[in-house]
Nanobody, 122 residues
Framework: QVQLVESGGGSVQAGGSLRLSCAVS????MAWFRQAPGKEREGVAVIVTPGGMKVYADSVKGRFIISQDNAKNTLYLQMNSLKPEDTAMYYC???????????????????WGQGTQVTVSS
């Protein structure tokens, strides 16, 4: 397994923005997941390459944007209008081939980062 590397987490007030980055390349499916204490892991956003199809969880639609910079081998998650309920550890994940489940299901992904903490205060 390949260890992906996230960065960009931190603390922000509600309504603020953060951008997460993940050093990753060569995958067809790349995604961001999050897990808050005591809660199950949640798929946040997915990008499929080539083509750039994007899938978002309902909880972040219209606020978060997933993107990829091929030249920099970097995956991004731009998070706007942050809410306290967005507080979680955020993980980058990727896989070259998927099974038949949802793109937002973590079981579809083979490689993961170590996580970066995002804390949103009210």
């Amino acid at each position: 397994q390949v260890q992906l590397v996230e960065s960009g987490g931190g603390s922000v007030q509600a309504g603020g923005s953060l951008r997460l980055s993940c050093a990753v390349s060569g995958y067809k499916y790349m995604a961001w997941f999050r897990q808050a204490p005591g809660k199950e892991r949640e798929g946040v956003a997915v990008i499929v390459t080539p083509g750039g199809m994007k899938v978002y969880a309902d909880s972040v639609k219209g606020r978060f944007i997933i993107s990829q910079d091929n030249a920099k081998n970097t995956l991004y998650l731009q998070m706007n209008s942050l809410k306290p309920e967005d507080t979680a550890m955020y993980y980058c994940a990727a896989t070259r081939a998927r099974r038949s489940g949802s793109l937002l299901d973590g079981r579809e992904y083979t490689d993961w980062g170590q996580g970066t903490q995002v804390t949103v205060s009210s």
